[in-house]
């Protein structure tokens, strides 16, 4: 839903409010872009299912798996390192400017050390459409290491990190999203820790403030943090996934900037968003259980 290849069917009853005043016009375009943005993915999981089968869901799980392990590893360990040099830098204060600092070096060398192995699975995922593009010069890809070889043997080390640039842009995301983590942490624990200190002293009990929170708040906290930051940044996504979906110099996606307006002049605001409803479904879900375990496993570290 991300990449070009997808029919939407979101211009066109747009398009239909045409005819309509234009105040009414600004309040239900947003309106019935969204509308069509949720309902699409019900739409196309029943395609891929009728037309492909369903183990065609799971396209570029393999590149998944395979570069998830180090990828969340890199960036948990850049950012805890990162969080301790930049607070012994900033006189022992862990402030927001930290975070920001943080994030931000994790995600670069995250991205620099991962970004072949997503260009893989975006394009073993774009494989049905590929293979009937065949006659237009497409490249039909056996598994994911012929998909490695072919990228590298027809563009070269370059091909397979085409859309860095975009998941540079995509930092804004993940530093978004750790200072919201940090900050919402800070604050609920703050909170929980004074109705405890309130309750102890009913009691006449000394109260000892936690450190850590229990998993349903971790959950709730990590599940905010995601929302907003991937809503505020999301047209990254779009613009990576149009990057890395086409072999060769035949593509029409040749730049983050380029891209961004083809894709504005062609499919409006709509176009940028697109795909969002599935995104937020994977990753919110994705965002709760990974900070739940990580949260878990520094308890008993």
Do not use: D, W
């Given at each position: 839903m991300q990449s070009s290849l997808y029919i939407r069917d979101i211009v066109t009853p747009v398009a239909s409010l045409s005819h309509k005043p234009a105040p009414i016009r600004m309040l239900l375009q947003p309106l019935?872009?969204?509308y069509l943005n949720i309902a699409s993915v019900g739409t196309a999981l029943s395609t891929i299912r009728r037309q492909e089968g369903i183990l065609a869901l799971w396209k570029g799980l393999g590149p998944n798996l395979v570069g998830v392990v180090p990828a969340r590893a890199i960036y948990f360990s850049a950012y805890n390192h990162g969080k301790q040099l930049y607070t012994s830098l900033n006189k022992g204060k862990e402030t927001s400017i930290v975070h920001v600092a943080s994030a931000a070096t994790a995600g670069i060398a995250t991205a620099l050390c991962t970004n072949p192995i997503w260009l893989v699975k975006t394009r073993m995922q774009l494989q049905s459409e590929q293979k009937v593009r065949l006659g237009e010069g497409g490249?039909?890809?056996?598994?994911?290491?012929?998909?490695?070889?072919?990228?590298?043997?027809?563009?070269?080390?370059?091909?397979?990190?085409?859309?860095?640039?975009?998941?540079?842009?995509?930092l804004s995301e993940s530093t978004l999203q750790f200072v919201l983590y940090e900050h919402f942490k800070r604050s609920v624990l703050e909170h929980r820790n004074d109705q405890a200190r309130l309750s102890a002293s009913s009691r006449d009990t000394v109260s000892t403030d936690s450190k850590s929170l229990d998993w349903m708040d971790t959950f709730g906290v990590a599940a905010g943090a995601k929302l907003v930051a991937a809503a505020a940044t999301y047209p990254h996504e779009v613009l990576r996934t149009r990057l890395r979906q086409d072999a060769g110099t035949n593509s029409r996606y040749k730049g983050l900037a380029q891209s961004?307006?083809?894709?504005?002049?062609e499919e409006g605001l709509p176009g940028l968003y697109g795909g969002m409803t599935a995104h937020m479904l994977r990753v919110v879900p994705n965002a709760c259980i990974l900070f739940g375990t990580v949260e878990f496993i520094l308890a008993f570290a």
């Open positions: 019935q872009s969204l490249v039909y890809y056996k598994n994911s290491l012929h998909c490695a070889q072919q990228v590298l043997k027809t563009e070269g080390i370059r091909g397979l990190y085409k859309g860095l640039s975009a998941s540079f842009l995509g961004a307006v083809l894709i504005y002049r």
